[in-house]
Structure formats: C-alpha cells, structure tokens
C-alpha cells in the first residue's frame, strides 16, 4: 500500500475511531443526579424511630412509632406533615421525649414553621413553679423556639439541604463550616470544620426492594485538623439518607455523633471519655393509614 493510499485510509479512520473512545469515555463516566422536591399532595408512611445514647454517665435507649401524613392545608400551597398515634418505647420516656412536631412545607419544599405542641418538655415543671406570668411566658417561648429550631434542622436533613442540588456519583464534595466540639467535662467550643458530601446510585430503598432506583447521600464533618488515627479528644458527626431521588420521599436515615472528650482530673485514670449518639429513621409506605385521596406510594 502506497504512502498515500495509507494516508487516504487513515483519514477515513481517524473520524470512526476517535468517536468510539469517546463513546466508550462517555459509558464509564459517571453520570451527575440533580436531586428533586416532588412530593406526592398526600401520602402516608409508618415511621419506626430509635435513638441510642451510649456515654460514661450511662446508656440509654428509646423507640417510637408512628403514623406520619403529608397533606395540604387551607392555606393556597401549604402542606403539613402531621404525626398520628404516636407511641413511646420505654413508656417512662414518653414525657420526657421531644414531641413529634406537625412541620408546615410549600410546594417548592421550603419549611414554614411548626404548630404550637400541646404540651412541651419541661412545661410540667413551669406549671408548678412559683414564677410570675411574663417570665412564664417568656420561658416557654424559649421552648417554642428550640423546637421550631429542632425541626429545622430535621427538614433540612430530609429535604431543605438536598431540592435541587446536583451531585456526581463517587466524587467527594467538600466545603468549610464550623461545628461544636466538648473540650472538657461541661466545656464546649465552635471549632471550624470540613465537611464532606457523597453520592450512591442504584440503592434499593428498602432492604427487601427488587429495584435499585434510590440512592444514598453521606454527609460527613470533622474539625479541620484531626487524624482519624488520633487518640487524644476527638468529634465526628455523620449523616445518611436514603431517597428517591426524583421526589426525595425518603425511605430512611441514619444521624451517628462521636466523641472523645477530656474530662481532666476529675476524669481519673482514664480522662479520655467517649460519647456516641446514634438517631435512626426508617419510613415504611404502603400500610393501612392511608387518608382519602392519598397516593400509597
């Protein structure tokens, strides 16, 4: 084959090849997921929470169960999240445990506050203190506040972090924050920190699930500085979520938070005190509580 002639073929070629590497590059690439808000106007899911608490002053241990109802209000673009027939396991914690509260959304997601509870921890306590109206009713505004506060943060976990965020699955995105460490027996400080957010495709939603069509978002934070083989006082907080991705109807969660704290003299041999609190949610649709025109999902 003439020089020429070996030119004209790879000419040809050239064109045919370079468009397989790139189809090939293009296969195994991994492909970016905008995650979005799009829940259903009603829905229901039986919730089974547990929160452990293991620590030097003791362990503890509660469970809770109960109906959770999305569902529109009067209000034009309001919706509710309401929890039904809520049950406390061990029944002496049931007093003492934060109440489930009702979290008001709109359609695009945005939280809009909670209602008022009923009955709030520690009101009991105020009810028979002797304690002058005003600064009753400024106490328990306080309380208000720390419960619209806890259930923030609990809707932005589940959804308020996530409506349209894009993420690549296998790449690590990282950011600057700050979180609150212990540095001693009653001593804490905001120290800064780094945290890091993940993606996993292909999930099933539930253990048992035959299709994969969830994913998983790991949400990681440190103080900036630490070895994970350090063996002096130490904070790790992580979080994971397991939803849809084109609704962010959630199927579940997992909060854990470790610490490693140095309790001083006071502390005897063994300063180094370790704290791990874990909070689990598992939201289990398709069961009997199903309000007219909800969809089971």
């Not at 045919?16 to 492909?31: F, N, V």
């Not at 500085?225 to 991705?245: C, I, N, Y």
Request: proline share 8%; aromatic share 8%.
């Amino acid at each position: 084959m003439t020089r020429s002639v070996r030119s004209l073929v790879l000419a040809a070629l050239l064109p045919a090849l370079c468009a397989c590497s790139t189809l090939s590059s293009s296969r195994r690439a991994p492909r970016a997921v905008t995650l979005r808000f799009a829940w259903p106007e009603h829905f229901s899911a039986r919730v089974s929470y547990a929160f452990t608490m293991n620590s030097p002053l003791g362990n503890t241990e509660v469970h809770r169960r109960y109906w959770l109802s999305a569902e529109p209000t009067e209000e034009d673009g309001d919706h509710r999240l309401v929890p039904y027939d809520v049950e406390v396991s061990p029944p002496q914690y049931a007093a003492l445990a934060d109440p489930v509260p009702t979290v008001h959304f709109d359609g695009a997601g945005d939280f809009h506050g909670i209602d008022t509870p009923e009955e709030l921890p520690g009101q009991g306590m105020l009810d028979v203190l002797p304690m002058e109206p005003q600064k009753k009713a400024e106490l328990v505004e306080r309380l208000v506040a720390v419960q619209e506060q806890s259930a923030l943060e609990y809707w932005d976990r589940l959804v308020g972090a996530w409506r349209g965020v894009t993420l690549v699955p296998g790449e690590t995105e990282r950011r600057e924050t700050t979180m609150v460490v212990g540095t001693g027996m009653m001593e804490k400080k905001e120290v800064p920190a780094e945290e890091r957010t993940s993606l996993e495709v292909d999930v099933p939603c539930t253990q048992d699930a035959p299709e994969r069509r969830c994913v998983r978002l790991k949400v990681e934070m440190t103080p900036v500085g630490q070895s994970e083989k350090s063996e002096g006082p130490m904070a790790h907080w992580s979080f994971e979520l397991v939803t849809d991705p084109d609704t962010l109807v959630p199927y579940s969660t997992r909060l854990v938070r470790k610490d490693r704290v140095d309790w001083g003299e006071d502390g005897g041999a063994q300063r180094l005190k370790e704290f791990l609190q874990v909070e689990q949610y598992v939201y289990t649709y398709g069961a009997q509580r199903v309000p007219p025109g909800s969809n089971p999902l």
